[in-house]
């Protein structure tokens, strides 16, 4: 760490702070040693094994200089900045606390890898206090291809609902700004920009894919699909059990099996659980609701968490993510079945499900078959 506390409890900074004088951590009030090495940039570490020093002990070079590099930037360009800010209230100690036009925010610079538990309590120690954090990762948390359980814990959240992923690069001090996630032609893809700490302006490089969440996709991409689920059937795949499963108790087959399962939706990437099983199992949910229901985004808000807690629906741990973006690979799904007329859009997050429609009827009959067999 880089800041403790001196004989009058003052908090110091390494690189002022006078050798031979004694320190301790302003979390648990061990003793501290000051390390001034040519090797590292000088730290405190703690003198012996404590509690609080497992999270401390191991900081890198990287992490190191990394919050260094952070809070200089972030002084100068967002306002006041406390670096190492312990907060006794939930007993967590901040990498960087920030106050910009009176708003006050923490930034973890999260350098090694961790449990997603370990980031879930320490982003829900920060909520029960009504402080937001901001998560950056360290290079090996870097993100290249999906992001993994651990990167998903690590996304954040902006004021319109979307997600992002920040990394920072501390070798070449370029914050990378990671957006616009979707899975849609078949693959997953990305856009970055970065940001640039040495210099003036922000040099900012951006790379803006269109994306519309419910476009309709060329039909191939759903021919594609298809033929990977008689793969999967064939071969016994384990993860598509569940999904062969349900589709039989439903009455179904691969080849009679609704159209708007094969297509995918921009945000099925934040599921765990096979596109094609969520997805009919949201179809029979909308079939089996009362004709007049309106659905609405707090409906399947509510629905959500049933499935959640069900273990039915299976999504990635995303502690730093209101409920209303997790919806959102749902509610990709409904506008697309609006885009097939499975539903009729009544405007601001609201449908109704069109009877009329062929995919309904073919689902309503197969449900009813289901309970006369009883
Ligand atoms: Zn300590």
Redesign the pocket.
């Known amino acids: 760490?880089l800041i403790a506390l001196n004989e009058k409890n003052e908090p110091v900074r390494a690189d002022s702070a006078p050798i031979g004088a004694q320190y301790?951590?302003?979390?648990?009030?061990?003793k501290?040693i000051l390390k001034k090495g040519e090797l590292k940039i000088s730290h405190f570490s703690?003198w012996r094994n404590?509690?609080?020093?497992k999270r401390?002990e191991s900081e890198t070079e990287e992490h190191l200089r990394g919050k260094l590099d952070l809070m200089r930037w972030a002084h100068k360009r967002l306002g006041e900045t406390k670096l190492e800010y312990y907060i006794p209230a939930i007993r967590q100690r901040t990498d960087l606390l920030i106050v910009h036009n009176n708003y006050w925010f923490a930034i973890e610079f999260q350098c090694s890898p961790l449990p997603v538990a370990s980031v879930q309590s320490r982003t829900e120690g920060y909520i029960s206090i009504g402080l937001p954090v901001v998560w950056i990762s360290g290079n090996k948390l870097k993100l290249s291809r999906k992001p993994t359980a651990l990167h998903c814990a690590l996304m954040n959240e902006t004021g319109s609902g979307e997600l992002y992923f920040l990394h920072y690069d501390q070798s070449s001090c370029q914050l990378m700004v990671y957006h616009s996630f979707h899975s849609l032609k078949g693959y997953f893809s990305f856009s970055s920009r970065y940001i640039h700490f040495g210099s003036e302006v922000d040099a900012t490089s951006v790379k803006q894919v269109e994306i519309q969440s419910y476009v309709l996709q060329a039909p191939s991409v759903a021919k594609n699909r298809l033929k990977q689920l008689y793969r999967f059937k064939l071969h016994q795949d384990s993860r598509y059990r569940q999904f062969f499963e349900l589709l039989y108790t439903s009455r179904l087959s691969l080849e009679s099996m609704p159209e708007a399962l094969l297509h995918p939706v921009a945000r099925e990437w934040m599921i765990r659980t096979v596109p094609q099983e969520w997805k009919l199992l949201l179809l029979k949910w909308i079939v089996a609701l009362p004709e007049k229901q309106i659905l609405t985004q707090k409906l399947i808000d509510r629905q959500r968490v049933q499935w959640t807690e069900s273990g039915k629906i299976d999504f990635y741990c995303f502690p730093n993510v209101s409920s209303s973006a997790l919806n959102r690979p749902l509610i990709d799904f409904l506008k697309l079945l609006a885009a097939l007329s499975v539903l009729d859009s009544l405007g601001e997050g609201k449908w109704r499900v069109n009877r009329k429609c062929r995919t309904i009827r073919m689902l309503s009959k197969t449900n009813e078959c289901i309970i006369t067999d009883f």
């Open positions: 760490m301790c951590c302003p979390a648990c009030k061990g501290v703690h404590q509690l609080c020093s401390t």
